[in-house]
């Protein structure tokens, strides 16, 4: 079955500090994979996209996520956390046809002053 | 600007009652999604349209729920005899064609009481 799996709910960094959020799939084929940022009461912003080629992708606001198909990963990363990141992030896949997406369950970022 | 306009952003309304909900991409698109979000939940897709025809429908969106795209513009997402179970955000979102990344709109909020 296609399916986005973020591990983890909740994760609380110091500003300034790295961040790593997890990402793991599960499709059969070629994932097309996103990261989204959604800021309370608000819609999704797209951070970044994995089609294909670079296993490095850069995105907005100085994110970057790497695809490993080894590892049916597709971690999203920042060096240096600001405090107007703190936000949820969906990770995401293209399924079926129609290139709709099916969403993980959401990390809800918290940035400690 | 995500480029998708999305009204009303908040629907309080009591159960039973009709609800319906508007999104205006800025230009035409090719494709148009409908989503919805419940609490502490990445959204799941509920129905797409390229250009006018409605091509695919979740298993989500029972016999309550109706969406149209006339003339492949605009779109409305109506619930009938709405339940507490359809208090969600429910997402609008558009891709330009076949396998480019998704944009949303901001949302609707419903809450049946």
């Known amino acids: 079955a296609q399916s986005v799996t973020q591990p983890d709910i909740h994760i609380t960094v110091s500003e300034g500090a790295s961040l790593e959020l997890r990402c793991n799939y599960s499709y059969g084929a070629t994932p097309y994979l996103f990261w989204y940022v959604q800021s309370p009461g608000q819609g999704l912003q797209l951070l970044l996209k994995y089609f294909s080629g670079d296993t490095l992708v850069q995105g907005i606001k100085g994110f970057e996520a790497e695809f490993k198909r080894s590892q049916s990963s597709f971690n999203l990363r920042k060096p240096s956390v600001h405090w107007s990141d703190a936000a949820e992030y969906f990770c995401?896949?293209?399924?079926?046809?129609?290139?709709?997406?099916?969403f993980g369950t959401g990390t809800q970022l918290k940035v400690e002053l | 600007d995500t480029g998708v306009s999305q009204n009303p952003r908040h629907k309080i309304t009591k159960r039973g009652q009709n609800v319906t909900f508007r999104c205006d991409p800025i230009s035409e698109h090719n494709r148009l999604y409908w989503y919805r979000q419940t609490l502490g939940q990445g959204p799941e897709f509920l129905t797409y349209?390229?250009?006018?025809?409605?091509?695919?429908k979740s298993r989500l969106l029972s016999d309550r729920f109706s969406a149209e795209r006339p003339k492949g513009s605009f779109s409305t997402l109506e619930i009938q005899r709405t339940e507490q179970g359809d208090s969600a955000m429910y997402l609008c979102a558009f891709s330009v064609e076949q396998g480019t990344e998704a944009f949303f709109g901001q949302g609707t909020r419903l809450t049946v009481v």
């Open positions: 995401a896949l293209f399924t079926g046809g129609g290139n709709k997406l099916t």
């Open positions: 349209f390229q250009n006018e025809a409605q091509l695919e």
